[in-house]
């Protein structure tokens, strides 16, 4: 097949023979159809044409060489009024036919694209024929949905309005789906499995655009700009205070106001008499043309600092998108693509919920995630299921707050789990011991000084906050002495004379929390469906169905075609889980599933 997967295809009689009656109606093809063709029989479309035309008792002219050079004779030989032929051999007629065949009625292609320009080469050598085109790139113009709408003939131009129109309201079909899929059973919205994924944009690779290098070059030029504007008139230019001033921001209005003003007064300056007052002159009209597309770039370089808002990079294709990398990285050099982290939610491998982001790590689309979760459904899951991704304080904290339970890892989880060194070593910050009431460390007390105050610490707290603007408070504990310690080496390698360690006591609290949760015999059973929940989702998506790559550019267009894969794949697990259901329970007897 064009995925290059191995397939094998079945078809009953009844549902091939069937459909001929419909298929030759759209072809126009009958008894006295004498259609030309070439090609193998072990090419399905060949066979299926062939099929169709001798069941509506027309005649087949077939050709078993490929030698175009004849093919006119044989046409006229035969009296043949159809043509049958993939797109890449009849590009071939236009070249070896000599003269203009009208009793060419019909040409039938598919397997390839047909373009407009081709079609039209064509139409001058066979003028009173229809070409149909039933297979290439609007898939979904299959002839089984021409023939459900009655014979209109959608094209993909048809398709994509209705994509657009439904675009805003196609997430809300979705919801309905997810309810449908509720209230027959199948999941319970009780419990959700996150994960997310990198899907590359339709964007070029190459059309990046970097922050570090808007902002340098910005800074560059407004410096140029600053220079500029004392060069050009002493008097005019130095009117305005804030040319002097470096510390002034420059603006594309405001350089435009000095440009009109900077003209004016040149066309004001009287004619020149001389060689030197014309060359000053011209030099000042030169300096302005300058300044006017520094004006230009400068504009250029503040509408990209809009489109990258508080992201580092977005494609000038495509300014939704962002530069990440992905797991698909053939060339093994790490290259950085333009793409959306894709997050979905799951349960008994249904999709609840999805979303494209721009952030490359999960940590910051958690809670947008949930809040889209509450949009959708007017309610939180009552448990999620993450992985250490997304283990933040911000992200504990919300999940309490909103009653969600959260079975959630975090960065060391796994580690902690490990009867190794990290678990066992007394110098690691979470095997020290801690006094709560008097709030200090103490250290392992190896060293000698486990006595009076010896080993403890003095502590300095400060907030900081994240990326997402979450404020949050951390501690350090500075050990009052490790002079003379014969464990320091072991302890810590800085060269200051006593260790410090950095602690933040809530998130500490909420990982002790999740910790308590994730190794219960319910967190244990849902570590181990997560892996099969989202992770399985995702290979089916992007291995079995080869989505890897968006086909639309933006946001609201991508969105809105991942809207009409989720509904899909949602519905055909369900016709999936009832056909399988159906062999062991009596109950699905009577359901048909085509």
């Known amino acids: 097949g064009t995925t290059g997967i191995p397939k094998i295809l079945f078809r009953s009689f009844e549902s091939w023979a069937d459909f001929f009656a419909i298929q030759n109606a759209v072809f126009g093809v009958d008894a006295d159809s004498r259609l030309f063709v070439q090609g193998s029989l072990a090419f399905t479309g060949n066979l299926n044409l062939y099929m169709g035309q001798l069941a509506a008792g027309g005649t087949l002219i077939a050709e078993d060489v490929f030698l175009p050079g004849k093919w006119e004779q044989v046409m006229a030989r035969e009296r043949a009024n159809g043509i049958y032929l993939i797109p890449s051999k009849l590009l071939m007629l236009p070249r070896v036919f000599k003269g203009v065949n009208a009793n060419i009625r019909t040409i039938i292609s598919g ?64 919801t309905q789906i997810v309810l449908i899929l509720a209230s027959k059973g199948f999941i319970s919205l009780d419990v959700e499995y996150v994960d997310g994924t990198k899907i590359e944009s339709k964007a070029n690779r190459y059309t990046f655009v970097w922050r570090k290098n808007v902002e340098r070059n910005r800074a560059r030029l407004l410096e140029k700009i600053r220079i500029l504007l004392q060069q050009i008139d002493d008097v005019v230019a130095q009117e305005d205070a804030c040319i002097e001033n470096t510390a002034t921001e420059f603006t594309p209005s405001m350089l435009t106001d000095m440009i009109s003003e900077l003209k004016a007064s040149l066309e004001n300056v009287p004619t020149a008499s001389d060689k030197e007052e014309k060359k000053t002159k011209r030099q000042k009209a030169k300096q302005i043309n300058l300044l006017e597309s520094h004006c230009k770039k400068l504009a250029e370089y503040n509408r990209h600092m809009r489109i990258l808002g508080k992201r580092n990079s977005y494609s000038k294709t495509d300014p939704d998108a962002t530069f990440m990398h992905m797991k698909e990285d053939p060339m093994g050099n790490g290259q950085l693509k333009p793409g959306y ?24 689309t958690l809670i947008p995630f949930e809040n889209s979760f509450h949009e959708r459904y007017n309610r939180f899951p009552l448990e999620e299921v993450a992985d250490s991704g997304y283990g933040s304080e911000e992200n504990y904290r919300f999940m309490e707050e909103n009653g969600i339970e959260a079975y959630v890892k975090y960065n060391i989880f796994h580690k902690e789990q490990r009867a190794d060194k990290y678990v066992t070593n007394p110098f690691k910050q979470e095997n020290l011991y801690y006094n709560k009431e008097k709030d200090y460390y103490v250290c392992c007390g190896l060293c000698g000084h486990a006595g009076a105050d010896d080993g403890r610490s003095r502590s300095i707290a ?30 810590f390698s800085s060269k200051s004379p006593g260790r410090t360690i950095e602690v933040n006591h809530r998130l500490k609290e909420y990982k002790q929390k999740a910790r308590e949760r994730l190794t219960s015999e319910k967190g244990s059973k849902h570590r181990g469906q997560r892996c099969i929940e989202p992770e399985a989702v995702f290979g089916q998506i992007k291995y079995d169905m080869g989505y890897k790559r968006f086909r639309h550019f933006g946001k609201d267009k991508v969105t809105m075609d991942f809207a009409f894969f989720a509904i899909a794949f949602n519905i055909k697990k369900m016709c999936a889980k009832i056909k399988n259901e159906k062999m062991t329970d009596k109950n699905y007897q009577n359901i048909r599933v085509a």
């Open 341 to 364: 982290n894709l997050q979905i939610g799951t349960e008994n491998q249904f999709m609840l919920d999805f979303g494209l982001f721009h952030n490359p790590t999960d940590t910051l």
């Open 111 to 174: 397997s390839q694209s047909l373009g407009r320009k081709d079609a039209e080469v064509l139409k001058k050598i066979f003028p009173n024929t229809e070409i149909t085109l039933y297979y290439g790139a609007s898939e979904l113009s299959d002839i089984h949905f021409i023939w459900l709408a009655g014979y209109e003939k959608p094209d993909y131009r048809t398709i994509n309005r209705f994509r657009n129109r439904v675009k805003d309201e196609i997430n809300g079909i979705f």
């Open 462 to 491: 400060w907030n900081y906050k994240t990326e997402s603007g979450y404020i949050a408070e951390s501690i350090a504990y500075r050990a009052a002495r490790c002079e003379g310690c014969p464990l320091r080496c072991m302890c």
